[in-house]
């Protein structure tokens, strides 16, 4: 009786130590599916789409609380790229939450015409306006995503959205959408 008393708990004990282990070793932090939409949408964390930044938006779009068409700096690469992944139906672009431009839009601000009510420091997402309370304020062009945040707020119209220079370096040719059907079949 003895013996199988301690072989059964010999047993459990081995059997505790591998499902520790297990889970540790195969331990999913959050859902994978929210990492694979989080990591199609262009990172801007405009809040176009209605919610605080992409990761938002990406958990909003896995739990079925939006759809995968309000995202207007992804556009319409982005969103055929998210049907693909959740084998939806590709939807155009709801124009409610803005328009894609091909060309991505900088913030300017006229240094002259600004009084520094830092009001549009306030309303930028990714902190890509510098400045101080009753300073110029300036906008750092390589944080910049054109989401066009700061123009709203801003009492005394001095900030334009001009559209960025392509040089060779940032320069990409969009990729056909046939060339997913490639992708897939080779």
């Excluded at 990406?58 to 790229?81: H, K, L, S």
Aim: with cysteine; net charge negative; aromatic share 4%.
């Amino acid at each position: 009786m003895l013996v199988a008393i301690f072989t059964i708990s010999l047993m459990a004990g081995i059997f505790g130590l591998v499902l520790g282990y297990a889970a540790i070793r195969f331990k999913v932090e959050g859902n994978p599916v929210v990492d694979q939409i989080d990591a199609l949408l262009p990172q801007t964390q405009c809040g176009q789409c209605t919610y605080a930044g992409c990761r938002p938006y990406a958990e909003a779009i896995a739990n079925g609380d939006a759809p995968i068409n309000q995202c207007p700096p992804g556009g319409q690469a982005t969103i055929v790229a998210l049907a693909t992944l959740l084998d939806t139906e590709v939807l155009d672009l709801n124009a409610e939450h803005g328009e894609h431009l091909e060309v991505p839009l900088l913030a300017v601000i006229d240094e002259q015409t600004c009084i520094g009510c830092t009001l549009c420091i306030q309303a930028c997402p990714v902190d890509a306006i510098l400045g101080a309370a009753k300073q110029m304020h300036t906008v750092i062009a390589e944080e910049c995503t054109g989401c066009k945040l700061c123009l709203p707020p801003c009492p005394v119209d001095c900030i334009d959205m001009v559209p960025t220079e392509q040089t060779i370096d940032d320069w990409k040719w969009s990729a056909p959408l046939a060339q997913q059907d490639w992708v897939q079949n080779a």
